[in-house]
């Protein structure tokens, strides 16, 4: 809460001088792509309120918006946007990133998805199913291939 409990204020001016430069047609293709991506999810609200934003009040900007000019305007959101903060740096997550994990002796290449950490995901998952095989086992008649 903020002087005399209220809650702070977006900061809408600084917002608009963010978003100013672009073209209101580059920028609601990129950001409603960013809203949609899994990859984008800790900054939903900001992108979102970025978004709103330019769909309410159109840019006169001349600039075409495209991926590198994401992590700035989301940076500069967070800092006016109260209660959501920016998150893991857009530069962490990179689908490019060469992501592996091993299944029964072999190295599969797999792609990150919905997930920010995919390997700390794929290891939770591989505990629970060595957690469970033996039931499995007993009750269905399968279980996961052994490395």
């Not at 060469?98 to 591989?126: I, S, W």
Request: aromatic letters at 6%.
């Amino acid at each position: 809460m903020g002087p005399r409990g209220r809650r702070p204020r977006v900061q809408w001016p600084v917002i608009d001088r963010a978003l100013e430069r672009y073209s209101t047609a580059s920028l609601l293709p990129l950001l409603a792509a960013a809203i949609d991506s899994p990859l984008c999810r800790p900054w939903e609200p900001l992108l979102t309120a970025l978004w709103a934003r330019s769909l309410r009040h159109p840019r006169t900007g001349t600039v075409p918006a495209g991926p590198a000019d994401l992590p700035p305007l989301v940076r500069e959101a967070a800092r006016v946007i109260p209660g959501h903060p920016a998150g893991p740096r857009l530069s962490d997550v990179d689908p490019r990133d060469v992501v592996r994990f091993e299944v029964a002796g072999h190295r599969y290449r797999v792609h990150p998805g919905d997930y920010c950490y995919p390997l700390v995901t794929l290891r939770a998952l591989a505990a629970t199913a060595t957690a469970i095989d033996p039931v499995v086992y007993v009750l269905k008649g399968f279980t996961r291939p052994m490395s």
